[in-house]
């Protein structure tokens, strides 16, 4: 048993309250810079919120930045569709691949396995162009279709499905026969069930991933009104000699950081159960 002593605690405490200061403190700046006007920010930079909060984010979410062709509205609605379309594409292909290749006996089997898992070792810039190639064509560029598709298979995902699966018991699937069960509903009725806390765990982090995704975007949009809301804020610091609308820039940095946080508070006993549940 560890003896509690009142100095290592107030050392201790001390420096996770200064940790987290310095986390947060450039995300309070900020938010800060968002709730001033832009003349307001070019003088001295504030450290108080300003009365300009509402009317920079709704000119952000209606308006948008002079030097980008689309509102952050539109650009978060895109990332909000890639974000769950990868998420619900790589969970789904992952469980039906996991559940092929331990339920189901057929030639190469675990050969198919270890090509899916030796991707796991290929960087993501050895992929791209390739990638980039196939959905060109497919004519899926500047589509909400390229954007999703080539990014739904996950290795790891397959991986870790695979290995709950697998310590299943078998006589569960036995008894699911004897039943009269069809492969499919033991599926659905047995293992999708199960797999919950792993599926709510691999949400939270496939959606953040989704969320995040800059070069894939990057190389296969051109259209504005397909930008995701990453690369508008790219572009809205690409303005030259001119003047950034830092407000209309910290606004939607801000509305960036809002889908992430909130999927994680949402859904963060879920995540942590997945996580640290004995028999995965």
């Known amino acids: ?16 309250i200064l940790g987290a200061l310095v986390m947060a403190f450039p995300i309070y700046v900020t938010f800060v810079a968002s709730t001033h006007t832009l003349e307001a920010i070019s003088k001295s930079f504030p450290l108080l919120p300003g009365s300009h909060l509402v009317e920079n984010y709704l000119k952000a979410l ?5 030097n980008v062709g689309a509102t952050v509205a539109t650009m978060m609605v895109n990332s909000f569709i890639m974000a769950i379309g990868i998420t619900f594409g ?9 559940f092929a290749i331990v339920y189901f ?5 675990m050969v198919f396995f270890w090509m899916i898992f030796i991707t796991l070792m290929l960087p993501v810039e050895v992929r791209i162009l390739p990638t980039y190639k196939v959905a060109a064509d497919l004519g899926m560029l500047n589509s909400r279709a390229g954007l999703i598709f080539p990014l739904i298979a996950s290795a790891t995902a397959t991986f870790l499905f695979r290995q709950f699966f697998m310590t299943v018991p078998d006589e569960l699937c ?4 004897i ?23 691999l949400f939270v982090i496939l959606f953040i991933y989704g969320w995040n995704q800059y070069l894939w975007p990057l190389l296969i949009t051109s259209d504005e009104k397909y930008y995701t809301l990453l690369i508008g804020i790219k572009r809205m610091l690409d303005v030259g000699e001119g003047q950034a609308e830092w407000h209309i820039i910290m606004a939607s940095t801000i509305l960036a950081m809002l889908p992430p946080v909130l999927v994680v508070i949402f859904m963060q006993k879920q995540f942590v159960k997945g996580m640290t549940e004995t028999e995965k």
């Open 179 to 201: 039943d009269g069960g069809s492969p499919m509903q033991f599926f659905f009725d047995i293992l999708l069930p199960m797999s919950r806390t792993s599926i709510a765990a």
């Open 90 to 98: 790589k969970i789904a292909i992952s469980l039906l691949a996991a």
């Open 1 to 16: 048993m560890l003896e509690r002593r009142p100095l290592l605690i107030f050392f201790t405490h001390a420096v996770l």
């Open 105 to 109: 006996r057929f030639p190469l089997r």
């Open 174 to 177: 036995e008894a699911h026969r």
């Open 62 to 66: 209606t308006v948008g930045p002079q």
